[in-house]
T-cell receptor, first 112, second 114 residues
Framework: GQQLNQSPQSMFIQEGEDVSMNCTSS?????WLWYKQDPGEGPVLLIA?????ELTSNGRLTAQFGITRKDSFLNISASIPSDVGIYFC????????????FGKGITLSVRP | ETGVTQSPTHLIKTRGQQVTLRCSSQ?????VSWYQQALGQGPQFIFQ???????GRGNFPPRFSGLQFPNYSSELNVNALELDDSALYLC?????????????FGPGTRLTVL
């Protein structure tokens, strides 16, 4: 099935550093979401974006809905060890159902 | 914690068997979506139930079926299990029908098919 494009597959950063993740699609989405998944758990919603160009923050996390509606980015500032996990972007097209289309995820490792 | 619960946590089955997975939605939510997450992949949409009716289906064969009950809990049934059905099965609940509808995921059921 269709998936959003997230790369690289893994990122390694030093504690305290900022990190940015990008997500792109060949088709338009009306909503972009960012989730984090820890081992053995379901994805947890970090940020939801509903309007092209929207910039939203949640603590140390900032995400933007691309103006073309085909991309989004997530920035984590001043990383800490508990930021370790898999970060997924997901897109949704407004319609009969609210199914989410996910990327493959980026595994983030934070070195103390 | 989202309030979405799933059972069982883990399950081992053999090829050809049938399995039923269960999901209790968050209080007040009337929509349940099911996703399959293979190892190293993002979740893939299976189908969604809204007020007890199927409301959209992904690219999965008919041997994947579901139900939603009057209390909005849901079941996912898979018949004639294949090795490739081994995955984490996630359900997500939401209050459907709104543009800002947000899906909250449960912890998942890990299915292993031998």
């Amino acid at each position: 099935g269709q998936q959003l494009n997230q790369s690289p597959q893994s990122m390694f950063i030093q504690e305290g550093e900022d990190v940015s993740m990008n997500c792109t699609s060949s088709s338009i989405f009306n909503t972009w979401l960012w989730y984090k998944q820890d081992p053995g758990e379901g994805p947890v919603l970090l940020i939801a974006l509903y309007k092209a160009g929207e910039l939203t923050s949640n603590g140390r996390l900032t995400a933007q809905f691309g103006i073309t509606r085909k991309d989004s980015f997530l920035n984590i500032s001043a990383s800490i060890p508990s930021d370790v996990g898999i970060y997924f972007c997901a897109g949704r097209v407004t319609g009969a159902n609210s199914k989410l289309t996910f990327g493959k995820g980026i595994t983030l490792s934070v070195r103390p | 914690e989202t309030g979405v619960t799933q059972s069982p946590t883990h399950l081992i089955k053999t090829r050809g068997q049938q399995v039923t997975l269960r999901c209790s939605s968050q209080s007040g939510h009337n929509t349940v979506s099911w996703y399959q997450q293979a190892l190293g992949q993002g979740p893939q949409f299976i189908f969604q139930y809204y007020r007890e009716e199927e409301n959209g289906r992904g690219n999965f064969p008919p041997r994947f079926s579901g139900l939603q009950f009057p209390n909005y809990s849901s079941e996912l049934n898979v018949n004639a299990l294949e090795l490739d059905d081994s995955a984490l099965y996630l359900c997500a609940s939401s209050l459907g029908g709104r543009r800002t509808d947000t899906q909250y995921f449960g912890p998942g059921t890990r299915l292993t098919v031998l």
